[in-house]
């Protein structure tokens, strides 16, 4: 029994390979993007599952302010640990732990590792993380100890033994001895550091202060529900350590471990995700095998007047019902069964391309884990029930004196749930079209709107003390350079200025601070990044030296700082811009000075945020250095500025990055937004112009007989396809109908989180219609016109 | 074997009521050959297919091997149809898809035969009709004739009482139509019972009786 439906399953579909190819097509692009999607997901929510004392570990956060807002974020001091150890009994272990960069050599390699993890020696203890080789209880106690990730070790060492070597770490070349070898960082950790160096290295390692907040502390509590009368027990503990502190408050709450990667507003050392997004996904996936199972649906709905006779002759010579359905539904489990092994291999190909859109490094090996295995068989079984179940009920209901004898009529139920289903395809697919021309269209705006700064030709270089201690000499051997015009030394360059502050004007109290975000920077920092100064002047050379010279024995208020503010900072001090300079203003208190000059307003933060108050200020430190190129042979300039730099910083490999890139990677988000649904739009457009394909040959072949007589009393081929499209359009403007007012309203939503966003414009969705009905015109038409050029005296002889 | 009594079958045409067949009372034994002739429209498939239960009559009552058809349920009427009633048809109606030797065994996966007899029975059946040759063969390339004598076979395969065959010879050439007619009669004196619908006087008279219809009534002249 199994062998014949199986036989004239294979047959059929081998008779009618374009049908099958396009419905493999179909399920194979559904599943496969299923799959990728699974793929993502069981990442996703695998994040730090593979610690075994998982439920009992917390992240402390902390919560603060000085009398006005609160403040809270994902660090703290590295107090925190020992006095939170000696005084709640809950807590067995801790580590804390900061990520840094650091430059690494070892005898003639010379990297800047971006990725060192300092952490304490009870690393080992709180998480599960396996040396390969070495000691979990020694390899991180005491200063200057170093475990490898095992491709770290290879970098380094090649085939020799790392154990017991020495490496060269940071400017000053301080040795640390390699204790231990461990397996990379798993991928889906959050953390993923590439080596760990022990805490006590830190010379923070024994502060006794709460306030020099830079590292994060993860607790391992005694039990997993330890953590809800821990909690109770910190505030009032931190407001005993606080009493002497006037109207400070601080307090820490405690995080899951787990809940961190989906949960938590604050990233951990590798970004978080966002559970919403998962959920969001999720719905995509299920979307897209809805709309492959839809496909299918149309296309076998319409295919089974061409099985009609086989079913009929099959009921005739003894077939039930029930035998009929299983038959049919057989015939869908083999071509999903196809579908699946081909996605598996489009998988396979796509992955690569799928790592580079969602930025991850998923393998193809997860595909064999249990759960995966599982979600893809219950996606085929869907698949299979869903989309096999109608037709083989269609079918199996059959009349075999009506099909046999050819009096077969068109069955008005069926046309009509195939048509609701092409109408939900196309909602879908004109949402995505609207969506997507929305998104590309906030893209185009982000890469050319007039930010207020310029960000072409500017090279980003790393700073650090020695070479801050030399910047005089480096300054004036990078100038030398033809072509190049400023260099200047910051804390940010211009396109993220993230330091958060407090100011007021002589007139305010000290407790009535206003935040804004203020920057580090020179006196050429202004022209290299192309500011334009309303009033007042420019930092004087004389003004940065002037605060250069300041220490910390320098007795408080004993300068004058000169400050840049921007329109915005002037109005939130109560000035207008051109009133401004010379006025009397703070720093966080600390500084008192005075503001030399106003800057017209510039996006300084991503542009979902508002243009907001802008300080910039002389200060000795700085952590990039711009340099800004005329343009004129830019890679020649950089490799003379490269040779320079050999000579100036030789401790430090030459780095550089173009201020534009890292102005686009704040866009990230949105511009792989953009991919994504650039690729969906067009995978959803594809099927549902599949299953329109369907449904249209479905209607021709019903068809067929009118066909024939009306071209008989002389309808011509432009008659018969407006008699067949002309159904199909209406099915078209309803999607619209529906699809559009909803685009409106969830894009409106997307663009609210933009503080400067481009209009939702007519246009939008006249193209999307265009489109739409090119589409359609083209689908149908083909097949309008193979029905309309057909011999009418065959199709009215088959009656 | 077959007892119909005062058979009606209607549609309603609008507010119409289309009568093809009206006040049918026949009666058909075991091992009979029963010819039924008629104009086009007088109602001969649709007896046809009253008999052989593809169709059911809005009026009327129907015993076959002295069972009251209409009484029966819905399994029960398509396990009597399904053991006793083979069917042929004018334009043969193969499946395209399978091979003569899997056309043949297909009724027989419909009765659950088991493979072993299966192989067996379509083995016999292939042997009785002179068509082992033919046996991988898709009816797309065999003849007409060849395509019928499949049919036949395969109405035949599960052993039904009563062979059914609406113009079995109407798409043959008279050669054909005459070697599909010799087989009827050798299997009706073999015990089948056969009822063949027909417009050829001379196909007919094959058989021992011949029922006219005209306008849906069993014409007595």
């Known amino acids: 029994m199994f062998k014949n439906y199986f036989v004239s399953a294979y047959r059929s579909l081998m008779k009618k390979k374009f049908y099958t190819a396009i419905n493999l097509f179909g399920l194979t692009t559904g599943l496969t993007c299923c799959i990728l999607i699974f793929m993502y997901i069981a990442n996703e929510v695998s994040y730090d599952q593979f610690h075994e004392k998982k439920d009992r570990i917390t992240r402390v956060i902390m919560e603060y302010s000085f009398g006005g807002s609160v403040t809270t974020g994902n660090y703290t001091s590295t107090k925190v640990l020992p006095a939170f150890k000696r005084q709640f009994p809950e807590i067995e272990e801790g580590v804390r732990m900061t990520e840094t960069e650091r430059i690494i050599s070892y005898e003639d390699k010379l990297f800047t590792e971006k990725k060192v993890m300092f952490a304490d020696s009870t690393f080992f203890q709180v998480f599960t993380m396996p040396l390969v080789q070495g000691n979990t209880q020694t ?12 491709s770290t070790a290879t970098k380094y060492f090649g085939q020799s033994a790392p154990v017991g070597k020495l490496l060269l770490m940071g400017t000053s070349k301080i040795p640390c001895e390699v204790t231990g070898i461990m397996n990379d960082c798993p991928v889906n950790s959050q953390m993923r550091f590439d080596m760990l160096v022990s805490f006590s290295s830190l010379q923070a390692n024994q502060e006794q202060t709460y306030w020099n907040a830079n590292y994060t502390t993860y607790l391992l509590l005694r039990k997993p529900t330890d953590i809800k009368p821990l909690q109770a027990k910190i505030p009032g503990f931190m407001k005993a350590e606080m009493k002497d502190q006037g109207n400070v408050y601080l307090t820490y709450f ?12 604050y990233d951990s050392f590798e970004p978080n995700n966002n559970i919403l997004y998962i959920y969001i996904i999720t719905g995509v996936a299920f979307l897209m095998l809805l709309i492959a199972c839809f496909t299918y649906i149309n296309l076998n709905t319409a295919r089974s007047l061409e099985r009609a006779r086989e079913v009929g002759i099959r009921k005739t010579i003894g077939a039930a019902m029930k035998q009929i359905f299983w038959q049919f539904m057989g015939e869908s489990a083999l071509i999903t069964f196809l579908a699946v092994l081909l996605s598996l291999a489009a998988v396979w ?31 085929a079984l869907v698949i299979v029930l ?71 030709q500017v090279l980003m270089l790393p700073s650090d003390r020695k070479i801050l201690a030399a910047f005089a000499t480096v300054k004036t051997e990078l100038k030398r350079i033809p072509g190049v015009q400023y260099v200047s030394r910051a804390q940010n360059a211009p396109h993220n200025i993230v330091g958060g502050y407090n100011m007021r004007n002589a007139a305010m109290a000290s407790n009535a601070q206003l935040n804004v975000k203020a920057n580090p920077v020179d006196e050429e920092y202004v022209p290299a990044s192309g500011l334009e100064v309303l009033y007042g002047s420019n930092f004087s050379e004389q003004d940065i030296n002037t605060v250069q010279a300041y220490d910390e024995h320098t007795p408080e208020n004993a300068i004058n700082y000169p400050f840049i503010i921007n329109e915005t900072a002037a109005k939130a001090l109560g000035w207008s811009p051109s009133e401004a300079v010379g006025k ?44 800004k190129l005329d343009g004129k042979d830019v890679q020649g300039q950089i490799r003379q500025i490269g040779s320079t730099w050999k000579q100036v910083a030789p401790h430090r490999p030459f780095e550089y990055k173009f201020l534009d890139d890292e102005f686009n990677k704040m866009y990230n988000a949105e511009l792989r937004l953009g991919e994504v649904f650039n690729l969906f739009t067009g995978i959803s457009i594809l099927l549902a112009c599949i299953g329109l394909l369907g449904l249209c040959s479905y209607a021709a072949q019903q068809r067929v007989k009118e066909i024939g007589i009306r071209k008989i009393m002389g309808a011509g081929v432009g008659d018969i396809v407006r008699l067949l499209s002309r159904d199909f359009f209406r099915l078209a403007s309803i999607s619209m109908l529906i699809a559009f007012p909803v685009a409106y309203w969830v894009v409106y939503r997307w663009l609210e989180a933009f503080a400067y966003r481009v209009s939702i414009s007519w246009w939008i ?25 057909a011999n009418p005296v065959k199709s009215l002889r088959t009656e | 074997m077959i007892h119909l009594e005062k058979i009606y079958k209607w549609v309603n ?106 192989q067996a029975i379509v083995a016999d059946i292939l042997d009785q009709f002179n068509i082992v040759g033919k046996k991988d063969l898709f009816p797309a390339q065999l003849s007409g004739g060849q395509q019928q004598l499949v049919g036949v076979a395969r109405a035949l395969v599960a052993k039904p009482k009563l062979l059914l065959a609406d113009e079995p010879t109407g798409n043959l050439n008279s050669k054909q139509g005459e070697q599909i007619m010799e087989l009827f009669l050798e299997l009706n004196k073999q015990g ?13 008279a094959y058989g021992h009786r011949i029922v006219e219809l005209l306008d849906g009534r069993i014409d007595k002249k």
């Open chain 2, 13 to 118: 045409n609008g507010s119409n009521r289309v009568f093809l067949l009206k006040d049918i009372n026949l009666d058909i034994q075991q091992g009979e050959f029963v010819s039924i002739m008629g104009p086009s429209g007088s109602g001969k498939s649709t007896l046809l297919n009253i008999l052989g239960m593809l169709d059911e009559a809005s009026e009327g009552n129907y015993q076959f091997l002295e069972q009251d058809v209409y009484q029966l349920k819905e399994k029960q009427r398509s396990q009597l149809f399904k053991e006793n009633i083979g069917f042929v048809f004018q334009a043969y109606h193969l499946i395209d898809e399978l091979t003569v030797y899997e056309n043949i065994e297909t009724p027989l996966l419909y009765h659950n035969v088991k493979q072993s007899d299966r």
């Open chain 1, 765 to 789: 969705f006249a193209i999307s219609a265009l489109i739409g009905f090119f589409l359609v015109f083209i689908t149908t038409g083909l097949l309008a016109v193979r029905a309309a050029t």
């Open chain 1, 386 to 456: 869903l989309s096999g179940s109608y037709p083989a009920l269609v079918v199996s209901r059959f009349q075999p004196i009506k099909v046999l004898k050819g009096s077969f009529s068109k069955s008005a139920s069926g046309a009509r749930l195939t048509k609701s289903l092409t109408v939900f395809q196309f909602v879908i697919s004109f949402f995505l079209l609207v969506s997507t021309f929305v998104v590309q269209k906030q893209i185009h705006y982000i890469r050319n709107k007039k930010m207020g700064f310029n960000r072409e």
């Open chain 2, 192 to 204: 089948m019972t056969i009822i063949q619908v027909t417009h050829s006087e001379k196909n007919a």
């Open chain 1, 139 to 150: 390899a991180l106690s005491g200063a200057n100890k170093v475990v490898l990730t095992r």
């Open chain 1, 254 to 265: 405690l995080e899951p471990l787990l809940d961190i990667h989906l949960r938590s507003p």
């Open chain 1, 584 to 627: 009397k203003m703070f720093l966080d208190d600390s500084r008192p000075g005075y503001v030399k000059a106003v800057i017209r307003d510039f996006n300084f933060e991503s542009i979902h945020h508002a243009i907001g108050p802008l300080v910039l200020f002389p200060a000795q430190w700085s952590s990039v250095i711009l340099v």
């Open chain 1, 349 to 379: 190909l796509l992955l690569p391309f799928f790592n580079t859109l969602s930025g991850k490094t998923l393998q193809v090996n997860m595909l064999f884990t249990p759960v995966l295995l599982g979600a893809i068989a219950v996606c």
